[in-house]
Each structure stands twice: as structure tokens, then as C-alpha cells.
């Protein structure tokens, strides 16, 4: 019998069954409550980074995130307004 499809036929076996075991494990109460806990923490200290970051931009006088998105808003509304208005002006003439 050719190697490969020996090493194949066994690698599948070792799929499944760690697939199967893994699933198990991974629906577990006891993973998923540290988890869960784990990933609000981490979300809450990278809330109060970008609170701190945009705190500390804004206090150097630079444009924050928020207010880059903004600013791009804005300039997306210009832009479509200026596209309606030639849009008009070539149907007039």
C-alpha cells in the first residue's frame, strides 16, 4: 500500500477524533465562562485605551478618530451633493 495514503487515512482518524473531542471541550461551561469573562475584560480595557488615546490626541489639538470620521462624512455628503448638482446642470443644457 502506497505511504501516503496510509499517513492520509491516519491523519483523517486523528482529525475526527480530535475534531469531536475538541467540540466537546469547546462547548463546555467551564471554557466558556472564563472565556467569556476574559474577552468582556479585554473589551473593557480596550474601550478605556481608545478613551485614553483620543483624550490624548485631543489635547495636542490633533483630530481624533471620531472626528476624522466626521470629517470624512461630511466631505461624502459635499461630494454627493456636487454630483447631484452636475448631474442637473447637464440635464439643463
Known amino acids: 500500500m502506497n505511504p501516503w495514503d ?14 469531536t473531542y475538541m467540540e466537546q ?14 474577552l468582556s475584560t479585554l473589551m473593557k480595557a480596550k474601550a478605556k485605551s481608545d478613551e485614553l488615546a483620543a483624550g490624548w490626541w485631543g489635547g495636542l489639538g490633533l483630530p481624533t478618530k471620531r472626528d476624522q ?25
Not at 487515512?9 to 475534531?19: L, R, V
Not at 466558556?32 to 476574559?38: D, I, S
Open 69 to 93: 470620521e466626521r470629517t470624512l462624512h461630511k466631505l461624502n455628503q459635499l461630494e454627493s451633493k456636487l454630483l447631484d448638482l452636475e448631474e442637473r446642470l447637464a440635464a439643463q443644457e
Open 25 to 38: 471541550v469547546l462547548k463546555s461551561p467551564l471554557v466558556l465562562e472564563p472565556a467569556g469573562a476574559w
Open 6 to 19: 496510509i499517513y492520509k487515512k491516519a491523519f483523517n482518524a486523528w482529525e475526527n477524533a480530535t475534531a
